[in-house]
């Protein structure tokens, strides 16, 4: 609670004047029924037609004033409950852009959207409410009560009554449906999830041919959802005719009891008629007081999730003492282990160690699952390493360094090229957006996206969301320029030439790795072809060192990377 307390303190001004509007309102409809008595018993009953008009414009005035409350803190409601959620979505935002990536790990995309666009929905919609009516329900039901009893005491016996059992079965009505709606949520979050897996697989669902077995899956997710909504509703829907039968016979009950009143002269015809509004108001009263509870089940369901974001744990702070460290590009390992958060406990990197001296190259390979892109996302600082593990640039722990330094220091081109809707050019330079002409085409010939030129609009192609309108191998090229417009200290290819063909393959691997490139480069790769060209080679197996050196090296030490050789490039020359 203390988390949403900012966005109620940020607003509190407008609240209160709407809770305000809110309670002058409830007032004025309070007051309705009272004149009206007034009419009926001081102006009709008597024949007094001054006392009709009187008491009549105190009504009329009492309704106009009470719309007036009414629109109010309709409009106040809106632009607060809106403003309110569109700065929950920004802050939802600004963490998921933040988050630890442990925390990161924990939570789905789909989960994310769901619950920065529906859950927040319905968090606004729940402010708004309370501003509209959350405060005018109890109001309009005390108040009903407390001038009914003024009116006639003895008459309002049968409010009492009337109130008791339909507080009783609201409450009962609420115990029931109470874990309905939470059922119904859940089965609403599970077909929004299916919905995005499916949108993000339409092309896999299609080469597969899996449309029906979707379709049906889908189906039955979606009748979950119809039968769960029938179940939640069905309560209220047996409950809603049983209260206004309550009602409908407290109103006779009241008519037939007023009217004994009436000839024993302990009683008005205005004062009856008025208790009959009375105690229609205090059933609408009653029923809005059910509609929040409903509400605020399906919205403590949201709350919590979207409180699980906001609780997740920030990124790596900057450190006090190296805010403008500048990094060569050394990069050392000492005795790292690491463990992912909430994965299987087993390090996925063991005992690491290994150098690398600015300006030269190593490539990391190894069997799949062996640790190779964990060590990129380490060096990155994503995650921090065990404690007794330490990750040094420059001779400098980056635990030490601005976290800042660190991420700017290392540029990665990942293993799955992340394309951004927008034009070529705007994917080269979105990781320096200031890069000048020259170094854009430098780093578009080294690595190897010169193709661009022969699109039709060259770098001014729009390319789709995630390039759809290119392939692999050219996605990976534009995505490897970007790295190098970084221009940073440090280069990390993880696996990101795999889908190029030999030649291009070759061709950017020699720019990558010539003298003129002065960074340091770190090239994860499953080919030996490309690793062996670099300065050191580190193989890793189940997270563990098990070779280091040149090519010609480790061929002659380290068994694993001489099968991998063998099963790659080995057996291709012992046939030539
Ligand atoms: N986010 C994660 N949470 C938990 N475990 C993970 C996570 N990412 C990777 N792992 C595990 O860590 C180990 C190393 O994974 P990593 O991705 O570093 O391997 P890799 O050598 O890069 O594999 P590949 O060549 O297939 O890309 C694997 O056992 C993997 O299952």
Redesign the pocket.
Known sequence: MKIYMRYFTKYKYWFFIAVSCVALEALCDLLGPTLMSHIINDGIELGMIQNVYLWGGRMIFAAALGAVFAVSRNIIASKVSQSFGADLRYDLFSKILNFRQGSA?KIDSGSLIIRMTNDVTQLTQFVNGTMRIFFKAPLTCIGSIILASILNLRLSIIIYLVVIIVGLLLYLGMRLSYPRFGKLQAAMDRLNTVIEEYLMGVRLIKAFGTYSDEASRFEDDNTNLMKKGVHAQIVITFISPILTLVVGLGSAAALLAGSRLFTLGLTQPGQISAFIVYMAQILSSLLMITNIFNTFVKTKASVSRITEILNCEDDFKNSENNSDAVISGMVEFNNVTFS?P???G?P?IKNLSFYVPAGKSLAVI??????????A?LLLRLYDPDKNSSIMFDGKDIKKLDIETVRKSVALVP?KAMLFSGTVLDNITWGNPKAEKAQVEAAIRTSGADFIYEMENGIDTYLGSGGVNISGGQKQRISIARGLIKNSPILVL??ATSALDTLTETKVRDNLLSEDNKSTVIL?T?RCSTAMFADNILV?SD?ERVGFGTHDELLEECSIYREIFDSQIGSITEGV
């Open positions: 790990d992912y909430g994965g299987s087993v996925a190894g069997p799949t699952g062996s640790g190779k892109s964990t060590l996302w293993q993880d696996d994860i499953q890793l997270g």
